[in-house]
């Protein structure tokens, strides 16, 4: 079963917006945190964003105060809402469980910032 669906992804001008939505097995979005990761060429995978679910989040240094990420629980999905982009902010992004063990990732999503 294929628990992590990464979408919204694009290329966007430094200084612009991207929503990413990632729509997460019922299950494992009813009992995990849910983070949200990204991948730069020639760069190991690095945490964005955490949203636990009593509501605490959690962001890192790179991103705070521009990133969101936030639960639907209607549509059992985590959206990370970016703004103020930038070109550093380019690379894969793909969303797993907050803490591990992490379960199989998804193919993710390309997010391209030109300057």
């Known amino acids: 079963q294929v628990q992590f669906v990464e979408s919204g992804g694009g290329l966007v001008q430094a200084g612009g917006s991207l929503s990413l939505s990632c729509r997460v097995s019922i299950s494992t979005f009813n009992s995990n945190a849910i983070g949200w990761y990204r991948q730069a060429p020639g760069k190991q995978r690095e945490l964005v964003a955490q949203a636990f679910r009593g509501g605490r989040t959690y962001y890192a240094d790179s991103v705070k105060d521009r990133f969101a990420i936030s639960r639907d629980y209607a549509k059992s999905s985590v959206n990370l809402q970016m703004n103020s982009l930038r070109p550093e902010d380019t690379a894969v992004y793909y969303c797993?469980?907050?803490?591990?063990?992490?379960?199989?990732w998804g193919q993710g999503t390309q997010v391209t910032v030109s300057s």
């Open positions: 797993n469980k907050a803490v591990p063990p992490f379960t199989v």
